[in-house]
């Protein structure tokens, strides 16, 4: 059974910074594109940012410059690590893992940005 254990989530003032980190098996973190997706109340789904196996990334336009995912291959985890948060970034963020028509979901963490 494949899984995705994130961690790293909580509440943060504006402004502030925080790290979310995912953590998954050998074989699905060698091969899958890992990337960290978040819903916020009310809302869908939506694309945070990407990483493929070769390190390419790709960014919301609304965290560029402001967010960085990056992957440790030698500890099998990719980590998000969010700066100058601001009220919009409220949301429950969830860690993918994705492979041609293979998929899968970590639990989610919440982030929660709040003064």
């Known amino acids: 059974q494949v899984q995705l254990v994130e961690s790293g989530g909580g509440l943060v003032h504006p402004g502030g910074s925080l790290t979310l980190s995912c953590a998954t098996s050998a074989n699905i973190f060698s091969i899958y594109t890992m990337g960290w997706y978040r819903q916020a109340p009310g809302k869908q789904r939506e694309l945070v940012a990407t990483?493929?196996?070769?390190?390419?990334?790709t960014y919301a336009d609304s965290v560029k410059g402001r967010f960085t995912i990056s992957r440790d291959n030698a500890k099998n985890t990719v980590a998000l690590q969010m700066n100058s948060l601001n009220h919009e970034d409220t949301a429950v963020y969830y860690c993918n893992a994705e492979f041609s028509v293979s998929e899968y979901w970590g639990q989610g963490t919440q982030v929660t940005v709040s003064s």
């Open positions: 990483i493929t196996r070769g390190g390419t990334t």
